[in-house]
């Protein structure tokens, strides 16, 4: 189903504006133009953005990315970067004081994100928000008895915020909050409920799980009683989704799983309840150790209401873009 392929990792795309990464620059679209911009770094973080093989291994790369404001809002490595799109200069940087996250919320002028890192010792989790006008931080609320935060989402149809953590099954848990401040356990309990993304619609919300110890579904949640259905079996732990006017879309990952032995990562499409898998992408031969799991990320961003981009990684078409 793919109609166009674009070289590097699409980061960012609504009906004005793209954001693309190749390498060690940034590509701005916008209004029929374009603009590069060089990421800032030190030697190493510019040895693995020039060379891939090299930038998984270190985990150098780009993983979230905003337009707000004629500024680019960059998480590189473990950094967020501010880039001024009129001159070029890098306005902010800041070393993240966790691991990168795994998802990263924006909703209105602030940036949220839960802290994702290995935590053996089960110390407290906490939110994050960064103000995009004043470039300030704040830790509004932190979580025990989990190992992590997989993501925090802005529900428009409830008008509040969900988040999802992990992995051991009494820390899977889906979770709301009106202001981030505090929340609330709404289903969990298992690895059924281990979720990374979710999407919204009126009536229902949208999972996948992410368990290589279990075989892995796509779910749908009826908000009004909050009955899970299986849509779908997949192949692999799902860890990313995307929605446009008439579709919802999930990428699987390849993983090292007994449970979940396929090599492919896998992109499915659900429309009016029905799912199918339309694209699939061999993982590479490199080590899932040291050069990360298969996988294909989403980018943030409105779109256009009708198209999508993915990028595969860790693919044997690792960082080229697609558009269905």
Known sequence: MESETVNGRILYFDKKNLIKAVGNTITLFNENKSNTFD?????????????????????????????????????????????????GNCLYEFRLTSSRPLVVCNYKNKIY?????????????????????????????????????????????EDLFWMTTGDLDSECFIWKSKDLSSFEKVIGGSQKYRAVHLIFSENSIYYGSDSPSEKNYLYRLDRRNLKTTIITQVGGSVFYGYKTQYRIYFSTAVEPSYVNPNPFVEIWSICNGEAKKISVHKKDFFSMKYFQYGQAFFPYGAGDGESVYFTPFSTVDHLTSYRI
């Open 113 to 157: 994100y839960g802290e994702y890192f290995t935590n053996p010792l089960r110390l407290p989790v906490k939110v994050w928000s960064f103000d995009l006008n004043s470039f300030s931080w704040s830790c509004v609320s932190q979580i025990s008895d989990i190992r992590h935060i997989h993501g925090i989402f802005f529900d428009p149809y």
């Open 39 to 87: 990421i800032p770094g030190n030697f190493l973080h510019s040895l693995g953005r020039r060379f891939a093989i090299i930038g998984r291994l270190l985990r150098s790369s780009c993983h979230h990315a905003f337009y707000y404001g004629e500024k680019i809002i960059l998480f590189v490595d473990k950094r967020l970067i501010i880039i001024d799109t009129v001159n």
